[in-house]
């Protein structure tokens, strides 16, 4: 199933598909090279957001949920990714510890724990939950509503003065987070010198600043634009960034509005440029943070002087209760895709670096100018599988395939901007 | 869909599933390793047969052509483990040069050219078509009935004294062979130590002999027996050999003779160890050779004794005209899957060491325990891609993925087989 688009794809964004289907060869060499370079992160998934006239990365998540949402047939692909990850990791890993989320009431987020067991699992890795929960203090069984079974299991320190984490008996090669550490960091994962932390701790939300990827980003769009001949802007969202907003005490209320004023006449004139005449628009989000809470559509930079009480409230909390400092003001871009009259947005999902499938995240409450990321959201998987080899012979807009292949091309450049900044923010680095 | 086991399964072969089901890591982690201390040659094709009782490779194809028999949706696994095959080959390679059969009339194999040629170009290559017939002296496009062209061109040595291989205006990194070289090795693909040729020459039927293949695969089986604590037999057919037999002159049917004794024999007591009803039966097939000519089945000895003409003329020769020399003497593999009432056999395709898909080999005029690679075959896509992770939670012998995993842990041994014996065929290796 292919979701709608409420524009006719035309102008633009035909001229990219056209452009990236018949360079294919040279993109995935470029790719190719690209990847002797830069080591792709061990799994990611990115939010696409489609204006019909553009396609960019919004979101990109280095520790993503949701596998469950993948539709099984997709499966193989992630586990030859993954084979291919490990052997370049561990070769001859025999153990992996994979740790979720603390809180871990979430049918659905345990489902994806369980997807990503049985990856792992046919991967060729004994796979173990450990728990960074303080109330799991002994093995303890969860019991999913489709048969499965998972074991979370209390970490430990292990080996020669506890410098490995493991389980009581269980040493693994690699520890997998599927945690984002927004909480902060937690000691016991402190200091882990002879096993592969993957991701890294300084990709975690305790430390990561999504303005660092966008910097990354803005590097690979560019190089690859010159690759294909195009604008980057078709790819690549306008943002920038103030530091040391406190909405609670309306600090750095003015930086907010002469950037979101800055991107919106940035966006204004790109649009005039293409003849698009849909209404510019930002968003402002926390730099550090996720799981869609502290994000704001705005269309006018006097909106954020005037925030009522209940809209700072909502912009200064985000996950487990850090408070925001640094907001990020990024062009909003337009999602047409809408699958029966709900607004939708493709997420891809990689791991190493393959695509290994996708959905759509659909919203039925929400508008095509609005963050999709939020209660009340449901997905469609992406038919990915079906017929997935490009077709160049297909009138650009009309093939699903190439619309997909298009989605990996774009969800890829932004797995190689996280791979960029990871490099770049890397605190043991010389 | 899956086809129809005549025979339940039951006994030694449900063992089997049990078996490698559960110890799925410990299998996948048995590969990696192996994996590190040998090359999995570019692509490959194994035929398998499915006894019930025992499920073991009978052909393992180095230049497998039906691609175009696997499904679409299989394609981008072939995809992406070509791209993991390619950038270990040759990282930065820009053109690929593709060497299909000489003779090309064949609409299927020419189909399974063109797809061959898009898994490789989504891959980040440029590919071109290099023929080996003396009528294509320039570029020759075909039209193919689904609309696709495919450009012919002749071979040309380039570079400085001809050092390389390639078209006239085309310099290729790598040459992958679709040519099995029945019909000897071509001067022009001689002497090319700049360029990676795949799979290498002494793959090609010039050279290679099925008993290497299958002396090589009788140490795999025994390796990988003792990990899941199996009889090598029930994965492993006998077999022997008898060399400088000539049909027509009548030399050698007394060395036949006693091996197929000897094979029947040994099966006997297999089939009497595990309380099996079927009469043995031996195939006799020419140890060099393809494409199903020359295959005999045989159930007493006496059979080869008495060949009337037709039948030595049969087994005489085989593609391209060669004599037969060497002769094959294996244990026959009962397959007692049945598609619509018409016997079938799997076949599984693996690119790098990756399994991409397969499909089974219908024949509705051959019996179960004839060879099926023979005119009036047909093909069913394998359904790999229905939920294609085991579920350790089934009852063996009931789970589609569960059967088609066995498949490719199977078809992976041989893999592992042929590429034990390039190594020690290789007549460069020191």
Redesign the interface.
């Given at each position: 199933m292919v979701p709608h688009l409420i524009t006719a794809l035309n102008g633009p964004l035909l001229e990219l598909e056209s452009k990236v289907l018949e360079a294919?060869?040279?993109?995935?060499?470029?790719?190719?090279?690209e990847?002797?370079e830069h080591t792709p992160p061990f799994y990611c998934s990115v939010d696409l957001r489609n204006a019909g006239f553009k396609l960019a990365p919004v979101d990109t998540n280095l520790f993503p949920g949701g596998f469950n949402n993948l539709s099984?047939?997709m499966?193989?692909?992630a586990?030859?990714?993954s084979?291919?990850s490990?052997?370049k990791i561990c070769?001859?890993?025999?153990n992996l510890l994979l740790i979720p989320e603390r809180h871990t009431r979430n049918v659905f987020y345990l489902q994806n724990v369980a997807r990503l067991a049985?990856?792992l699992?046919?991967?060729?890795?004994?796979?173990r939950l450990g728990s960074l929960s303080e109330e799991i203090t002994k093995p303890t069984p969860i019991d999913l509503p489709d048969?499965?079974r998972l074991v979370l299991e209390p970490l430990a320190r292990i080996g020669n003065k506890g410098r490995r984490l493991g389980l009581k008996d269980f040493d693994p090669c690699t520890i997998l987070l599927n945690n984002d550490l927004s909480g902060g960091i937690p000691k016991i994962l402190e200091n882990l010198h002879e096993q592969y932390l993957l991701p890294p701790l300084h990709a975690g939300w305790a430390v990561r600043r999504k303005s660092n990827h966008f910097d990354a980003y803005d590097d690979v769009a560019k190089k690859f634009s010159k690759v294909i001949d195009i604008d980057p802007w078709m790819i690549n969202p306008f943002f920038t960034k103030c530091t040391g907003v406190n909405f609670h005490e309306r600090i750095g209320e003015e930086c907010l509005q002469e950037s979101v004023d800055t991107i919106l006449k940035k966006i204004a004139r790109k649009y005039k440029e293409y003849g698009i005449k849909e209404k510019p628009y930002v968003i402002v989000k926390a730099d550090a943070g996720t799981y869609g809470m502290g994000i704001m559509t705005v269309k006018d930079a006097s909106e954020v002087k005037d925030l009522n009480r209940k809209e700072r409230n909502k912009m200064s909390v985000i996950k487990e209760g850090l408070e925001v400092a640094d907001v990020l003001v990024q062009e909003g871009v337009y999602t047409f895709e809408k699958i029966n009259e709900a607004v939708a947005e493709p997420v891809v999902y990689m791991m190493d670096r393959?695509?290994v499938g996708g959905f759509y995240r659909v919203h039925t409450g929400r508008g095509v100018d609005e963050n999709l990321n939020a209660p009340g959201m449901h997905f469609v998987p992406l038919a990915?599988?079906?017929?997935?080899?490009?077709d160049v012979?297909a009138k650009p807009g009309i093939a699903v395939p190439n619309r997909f292949y298009l989605y990996g091309v774009v969800a890829r450049l932004a797995l190689l901007a996280a791979s960029l900044e990871l490099e770049r923010t890397d605190p043991e680095a010389e």
């Open positions: 294919t060869p040279a993109i995935e060499r470029w790719f190719r090279l990847w002797q099984p047939e499966m193989p692909l586990v030859q990714a084979m291919a490990i052997e070769p001859d890993a025999k049985s990856i699992r046919q991967t060729g890795l004994n796979v048969g499965q393959y695509v990915f599988e079906h017929n997935s080899i490009p012979a």
